[in-house]
């Protein structure tokens, strides 16, 4: 584990007399289980949550965990509020990718680390939180080091582009897409695969987040 400001020895910070309150987000419910329970060992009072909403907008010391794997996720996380004093947002992110923890902190997340990172791991990254450092692993550190391309020109990507970033963003299939096109399901995929390329992304999650970032979700067509 690399952290950013203090020494490694973090232990579970709990409050005078009561343990820290946590609740769990996550649409897996054997992830959702096995983490409440990690929680619960570590001393934190965990369970978990289907409305984070109504949770986070609660009064008192809190800490919330979220899973980030779709839009919506990333819609929710966005809206939940970050201003509240004593609220701690770690967003677990699906697709640990420069682009996604940058926009997970953007959106007020406290804290953000890789959905498969070791049960322990996020058990750290959750205490440092709570006491208002970061903590990365090393993993997670040569991914933010790697960094992200430079904004780029609207014209390096085409009216279609930006259609079908538009329309991945509001939950459309391949199939969709292919149809509206007039394409093939498999030449959808392989323009889909230049496309995230140019964004420097991965996958469909993350390709969003970066347009969302660059506001290409904004453009007119040329």
């Known amino acids: 584990m690399a952290d950013l400001r203090h020494d490694l020895d973090v232990d579970p910070p709990t409050a005078p007399g009561a343990p820290l309150a946590v609740r769990v987000h996550d649409t897996a419910p054997a992830y959702r289980a096995g983490l409440v329970a990690a929680l619960n060992a570590a001393g934190y009072d965990a369970e978990s949550t289907g409305s984070p909403s109504s949770w986070a907008a609660q009064p008192g010391r809190r800490a919330l965990l979220i899973t980030i794997r779709t839009e919506g996720d990333w819609r929710l996380l966005a809206g939940l509020p970050t201003a509240k004093p004593g609220v701690v947002l770690l967003a677990l992110l699906a697709e640990p990718t420069p682009a996604t923890y940058q926009e997970a902190f953007r959106r007020g997340a406290t804290a953000a680390a890789a959905w498969d990172a070791p ?92 347009a969302i970032r660059w506001r290409l979700l904004d453009q007119h067509p040329h």
């Open 119 to 210: 049960l322990a791991t996020l058990l750290d990254v959750l205490a440092a939180a709570v006491q208002g450092r970061i903590l990365l692993t090393a993993d997670d550190a040569h991914v933010l080091a790697v960094g992200t391309p430079t904004d780029p020109h609207p014209a390096h990507f085409s009216d279609q582009d930006l259609d079908w970033l538009r329309q991945l963003a509001v939950g459309s299939s391949v199939t969709a897409l292919a149809r509206r096109s007039g394409l093939s399901d498999r030449s959808v995929y392989r323009r889909l695969a230049d496309l995230y390329s140019r964004l420097g992304v991965a996958n469909r999650s993350a390709a969003i987040a970066t």
